[in-house]
């Protein structure tokens, strides 16, 4: 069975920083382009950030650029997405997405290419 599970998520106040980790299981291949989604209440799943298969390239969302950062550490099959100056809006539930990397530098956007996907972590952020 090959599974994507998310880890990292909680209640943080405005200003505050997480960590999420979206960690593969072992039989996942570490060349795949990895996605980091959220979808809020009542809304659609969002893009958020994306890295290519050996970390070279990589893409935010507008809402995040200069806050977020997305990286990975392929022997540990396990990819990051480091939140910080988080705002009341980042409040979703945040899920990871992979698929095959088409070469060095693929990423992909949109979360209908993806073909595997885990079961999200819920952030928080409120006074």
């Known amino acids: 069975q090959v599974q994507l599970v998310e880890s990292g998520g909680g209640l943080v106040q405005p200003g505050g920083s997480l960590r999420l980790s979206c960690v593969a299981s072992e039989r996942t291949s570490s060349n795949v382009v990895v996605g980091w989604f959220r979808q809020a209440p009542g809304k659609e799943r969002e893009f958020v950030a994306t890295?290519?298969?050996?970390?070279?390239?990589?893409r935010y969302t507008d809402s995040v650029k200069g806050r977020f950062t997305i990286s990975k550490d392929n022997a540990k099959k396990t990819v990051y997405l480091q939140m910080n100056n988080l705002k009341p809006e980042d409040t979703a539930v945040y899920y990871c997405g992979a698929r095959l990397g088409l070469s060095e530098f693929d990423v992909a956007t949109e979360p209908q290419s993806y073909e595997l996907w885990g079961q999200g972590t819920q952030v928080t952020v409120s006074s």
């Open positions: 890295i290519s298969r050996s970390a070279y390239n990589t």
